[in-house]
Nanobody, 124 residues
Framework: VQLQASGGGLVQAGDSLRLSCAASGRTFSDYAMGWFRQTPGKEREFVAIISWRGDSTIYADSVKGRFTVSRDNRKNTLTLQMNSLKPEDTAVYYC??????????????????WGQGTLVTVSS
């Protein structure tokens, strides 16, 4: 599956931003989808995952209550709504397609396809 992330930008602390990920190729609805983020010099960090049907989600503790992941299987799109952004949310955000259907497998190694990344910068 090919993934194209978009929606990043420069915002101020407390603002909201909505990231989108368009999928093509492999059947989008067959697999769980996730968001990761990465800053220079650090490993890619798990942010959120949503099951293939969209009925189960898991979030990293650092974003729980502020970020919401959703998907539209009819439009082959994945979305990450980010509210109350903090400077520490600054990173390149990647969408990814899991090798599995459930949210159980959320390590980066469980994802087989990755988008190109979109930069989110939150100023204080």
């Amino acid at each position: 599956v090919q993934l194209q992330a978009s929606g990043g930008g420069l915002v101020q602390a407390g603002d909201s931003l909505r990231l989108s990920c368009a999928a093509s190729g492999r059947t989008f609805s067959d697999y769980a989808m996730g968001w990761f983020r990465q800053t220079p010099g650090k490993e890619r960090e798990f942010v959120a995952i949503i099951s293939w049907r969209g009925d189960s989600t898991i979030y990293a503790d650092s974003v729980k209550g502020r970020f919401t992941v959703s998907r539209d299987n009819r439009k082959n799109t994945l979305t990450l709504q980010m509210n109350s952004l903090k400077p520490e949310d600054t990173a390149v955000y990647y969408c990814a397609a899991s090798k599995y259907t459930s949210t159980y497998h959320y390590r980066a190694s469980s994802f087989g396809s990755w988008g190109q990344g979109t930069l989110v910068t939150v100023s204080s």
